[in-house]
């Protein structure tokens, strides 16, 4: 029998442990950036003025859902606040619709925002960029 490397008798093999390493990789079994204990959040939204491209001087009013599941900003005991961006939603996926009011400008909305589980079991942020025009 002529030499031959194990490779070339057993090329299936091969296969299966790239597979394997690639996939061990993503989910815990190799150590990976992705894979952290901190909670990610589904949804980030950063609200800016239409005209200036920056945040409004006054807060927001934020609500998030999924259409069983709401979160909101702010909650009933925190002071109203302008924030560079907010975040919701933690480590769940699933569809969403985020919907904005903030004084002095007109209301803004959109739907099907659909955040996705990643590697590690963590959600795959989207930012979603809400460009407020004045009322």
Not at 96 to 109: F, L, P
Request: glycine share 10%.
């Amino acid at each position: 029998m002529a030499w031959s490397r194990s490779s070339d008798r057993y090329p299936g093999y091969l296969a299966l442990a790239a597979v394997l390493l690639t996939f061990g990789a993503g989910c815990g079994v190799l150590p990976t950036g992705d894979c952290t204990s901190e909670g990610r959040p589904g949804i980030r939204v950063a609200i800016l003025d239409n005209a200036t491209r920056k945040p409004p001087t006054v807060g927001s009013h934020i609500r998030v859902s999924d259409g069983s599941r709401v979160e909101t900003y702010p909650l009933p005991d925190q002071p109203l606040i302008s924030h560079p961006y907010y975040q919701f939603m933690f480590e769940r996926a699933g569809h969403y619709s985020v919907t904005i009011r903030t004084d002095g400008y007109q209301d803004w909305s959109k739907s099907g925002i659909h955040v996705k589980t990643g590697g590690c079991n963590h959600v795959k942020t989207v930012d979603v960029i809400a460009f407020l025009s004045p009322r």
